[in-house]
């Protein structure tokens, strides 16, 4: 049982370059987010999918694409990629076990730098 | 929409002392979850505890608790007896039964010798 797991765990991008962060968890857990983290800034909340086939923007969502891709992948795209986009990504799955029983876990984090 | 507030960017106590992190919230919902995670320098993200609002006791963990005001709209956590190991950033964060998660902009703690 490998958690969440996350790919790469660091990337060096040139502006302009697109990319794609991988994402996966074997929990079972039907929702998936994905986060980035600034100094200062906490975590904020790029997109999440609530079950597998749908997805929701979160609080930053611009420059971003995701793909819910099935139940255990969800991936998120960069598609011309900026320095403001520098941060540390995180990927996270979340899971009411029972009403009450609720279980999160989080990737190890991508630290993606734009040149 | 839901915020999370914390008002202690950063802070640091002796080794076994008893440290106090603030956390407040805003909501109109009546049923949410509540957590405080813990992020040392090797970025994982660790829960330390969780919190359900319907519940009136304050959950416990080891050497954390928390002191939960629904009607304050306030969560704030407390190490007992800390150690060098508790040195880290700690988020706040809120979720309601939508799934979605917001977390505070944290509190960096260090614990000296």
């Known amino acids: 049982n490998a958690g969440v797991t996350q790919t790469p765990k660091f990337q060096v991008l040139k502006t302009g370059q697109s990319m794609t962060l991988q994402c996966a968890q074997d929990m079972n857990h039907n929702s998936m987010y994905w986060y980035r983290q600034d100094p200062g800034m906490g975590l904020r909340l790029i997109y999440y999918s609530a079950s597998e086939g749908t997805t929701d923007k979160g609080e930053v969502p611009n420059g971003y694409n995701v793909s819910r891709l099935n139940k255990r992948e969800f991936s998120l795209r960069l598609e011309s990629a900026a320095p403001s986009q520098t941060s540390v990504y995180f990927c996270?799955?979340?899971?009411?076990?029972?009403?009450?029983?609720?279980?999160?876990?989080f990737g190890p984090g991508t630290r993606l730098t734009v040149t | 929409a839901q915020t999370v507030t914390q008002s202690q960017p950063e802070m640091s106590v002796q080794e076994a002392e008893t440290v106090t992190l603030s956390c407040t919230y805003d909501t109109s919902e009546s049923n949410y979850y509540l957590f405080w995670y813990k992020q040392p320098p090797s970025r994982q993200m660790i829960l330390v505890i969780r919190?359900?609002?319907?519940?009136?006791q304050n959950a416990t963990e080891n050497r954390f608790s928390v002191n939960f005001q629904k009607a304050a709209k306030s969560f704030s956590l407390k190490i007992s007896d800390s150690q060098l190991g508790d040195t880290a950033m700690y988020f706040c964060a809120f979720m309601n039964r939508d799934d979605k998660i917001i977390f505070g902009k944290g509190t960096r703690l260090h614990i000296l010798p």
């Open positions: 996270a799955s979340s899971a009411f076990t029972t009403y009450t029983n609720y279980e999160q876990y």
């Open positions: 919190q359900e609002a319907y519940k009136q």
